[in-house]
Structure formats: C-alpha cells, structure tokens
C-alpha cells in the first residue's frame, strides 16, 4: 500500500515540510507603524540576529502629514487628520497581514510622545483598535533616551558604545554600565540644544531682527556662539566619565542624516555608515563657503532634494554645529569607531523587538 501511494506521500511531506518551514520564516518578521510628528512611517523587517542588529528592511512606507502642528495649534487632532490616520493605518495594517503575514504579536502601532497632550488622543487610538483589532502606545517621552539606545546601538555593544541623538529641540542619547551580578544601569545624556533651539538662540543674539536672516550675519553670529554650544558639551561630558571609555560611538537623528546625504552621496546600504571627523569638518566648509553643490545636487538627488525640503541653510549649519562641536569634544575620537545610525525610521521598532527577545538584557 505504501508502494502503491508513494508519490502522494512524498508530496504531503514535501508540503508539509515546506507550510512549516514558511510558518517558521514568519517568526522573524516585525511590522511597526509610527504615527509621528510629521509622517505615518510603516516598517516590515525581517530580523536574522537582533544581537548583532541584522535585519532586513522588506517594507518601508512614509506618508507626510503636519500632525504635530496641527495639534499644537489647536489642542487636539482636528477631524480630517483622524479620519486620514486611520485609513492610512488600516491600509497598511492589512498590507502586513495579507502581503507579509507578520504574526499579530509581532505588529505594534505607536504615536510619538509630542501626542500625549492631545484632548482627543484616546478617542483617536479607541478609533484605531476598533477597525484594526491592534492598541496604539503613545511613547514615553521620559523613556525615550532609553528607547533609543535599544533601538540604535546593536545589542552586542550595548557595554561598549554610547549614543548620541541630535533632534530639532535636544540631543539625547545614553549608554549602559554594567554593575555586579551581570547587573545594567542606563545612564542618559541630554543636551539642552537640538537643529531648530540653537538656530533660535543664535537668531536671538542678531541686534537688528531684519538680519536675522542674512546667511553672512548668521554665521557669524553662530559662529561667535560656538563656545556657549561647546560649554554646554563639556559640562556633559565632565558629568559623565565613564562613556569617554567606549570604544564605539553611534550617532542619529536630522543633523547626522543630513551631513551623511549631502556629503557621501551615495545609496549607502549598510544600517549602520562609519564616518570620520574629517568628513565632517570638510563638509562643514561646504556648508558654510560653497552651498550651491548641495543645491546643485538635490536637483537631481532625491535623497538630497529630501534634506534641503526639510532644513534650510541656518538650520543645516547649527546642525553640523551640534555634531561638530560634540566630535571635537570626545577626548582621544581617533581611538573610537563612530557610527551614523541610518535607519533611524526603524529605531524604535529594533527596541521594541529587543525587549521581546530572551537573547538581549534590556533590564536596564
């Protein structure tokens, strides 16, 4: 009898094997949507080795949307912005499910902190679990240095790398010491500049406010503004001792986002892009004295045309600033490997599947 159905039991092991094995491939998969401050951004990655950060990106989705200024300026989420995030939201949801077959557990929805202030945010996230079956978590604002070094340093580096993300309001970041009995403290840092609150203070300190905004009385002016920013980092740094002795350092958010699109200039494919302070010294001049190649570039660089739309020369200065200033700042910099974060769009998806995983110590 066995003779006989041979070939039919060949196939039924033969699918079997190959339903189990696509069922265990799905184990791997995460899908994170984030309702951020100006985009919903929606991520697929498949995640090979979450210690070692190897991940591949299957799926990526930014929709721009001003939502943060619309809940600034009136206190909530206005009725055509819910209306949007949701569809936007179911849509992508069932593009997980369908096209990628992400495991429910392995889905998470989340709003950025900037939304916890909004009078409508529960009617907002109620809206969302009802037609998606999926809770929306509003991140933690006071968690978020946290978040961030889960999510950007690879988990293996977590004892010997430090982090340092330079936003639009503050440069946060942290890093981790290990304590007896294979015990870990995160210890944050925070500076109280970011792109957009240095531009300020410097516009602040023109005497007429109608040369605020012309690019000579800028830089100087920024210029002469250098030793506050470079006071400020000191005061940091001399805080905190320990994460001079890191080997690594790893860098995020606009400011390092840009310089890597405008100065390489390349597609580059790794997660994480080594750079130099070289580089980042002679892209300052570039800034500063020859801008016209950025502009040049971005028309017919989209990654590039993306960067000018987002920051405008002051702002790309006062950036470059920030990272400079701290680069400089680090004593014995020759001795460290420095990173650029480049998939920071996925950052806090990374923490949240690293909490999830018995291989990494996030109890810290």
Known sequence: MFKKNKPQILLFIFLSLFFSTNSFSQKNLYAGIEIGRRAIKT???DVSNIRKADYKI???????????DHVTAQGEFPEDDVNKITAIIVEQINKIRTEFKVP???IFIVAAPVFSAARNIDALKNKITTLTNKDVEVLNVNEEPKTLVKGAIPPVDYANAFLLDIGAQTTKGGYI?????DKLEFIPLELDFGTMTLTDAVKKTVANPNQANDMATYQEKSFDFNPVLRKKIKV???????????????????????F???????????????LSLEDVINYDAILKNNFVKFTNLAKTNKEAARVLSTYDQQYLISANNILLSCLESIPNLDTKKIYFVKEGQTIWLISYIADRSKKVNTKF
Do not use: C
């Open 58 to 68: 299957l799926y990526f989705s930014n929709e721009r949307i001003s939502l943060a």
């Open 236 to 258: 940091m740094l001399d805080a905190n001792p320990l994460l001079l002795k890191k080997e690594k350092m790893y860098l995020s958010g606009g400011a390092v986002w840009a």
């Open 104 to 106: 429910e557990a392995h």
């Open 177 to 181: 010491d290990e304590l007896e009995d």
């Open 43 to 45: 991520s697929v990655l």
């Open 260 to 274: 890597a699109t405008l100065y390489y200039n390349e597609n580059v494919k790794e997660h994480y892009v080594s």
